[in-house]
């Protein structure tokens, strides 16, 4: 995914494989977090912040702010049932006042339950002087 410093927002993700056996999985508590470059990410989108967790064919979750803004904590995630996937996601935007002058790629830091992994490279674009 790419992203324009102060342009539309993103939803880079994770997809969480259900195992195979024949108890769904427990409800999960999720974290995403920032890198620590910061690289202009912010939380949401240019109209403002969200700190919400976007669960593809489900409802929405509200997280919680980390006291220093890297991160979001969702609590009581229902994931996939077992031999399926769900696919979640966050929205992120970069600051207008970010530029890189050349692209750079990043990620953000998801976990879910005590399993981490790493969402869908984002790579942020120069911006363009107009």
Do not use: C
């Not at 999985?25 to 974290?31: A, E, M």
């Not at 409802?59 to 696919?87: K, N, R, W």
């Amino acid at each position: 995914m790419e992203l324009t410093p102060g342009e539309s927002a993103g939803l880079p993700g994770v997809r969480v494989l259900g195992v195979s056996s024949s108890e769904p999985l427990k409800p999960q508590r999720v974290t995403v977090a920032l890198p620590p470059e910061g690289f202009g990410l912010r939380w949401g989108t240019a109209s403002g912040p969200e700190y919400v967790l976007v669960v593809a064919g489900g409802s929405p979750y509200v997280g919680q702010l980390s006291m220093d803004g890297q991160s979001i904590a969702f609590e009581d995630v229902a994931l996939a049932a077992p031999g399926e996937e769900t696919l979640l996601s966050v929205p992120v935007w970069v600051g207008w006042e970010y530029n890189p002058g050349n692209p750079v790629s990043t990620f953000l830091q998801f976990a879910v339950g005590d399993q981490t992994s790493r969402s869908t490279t984002i790579t942020i674009k120069e911006a363009v002087e107009e």
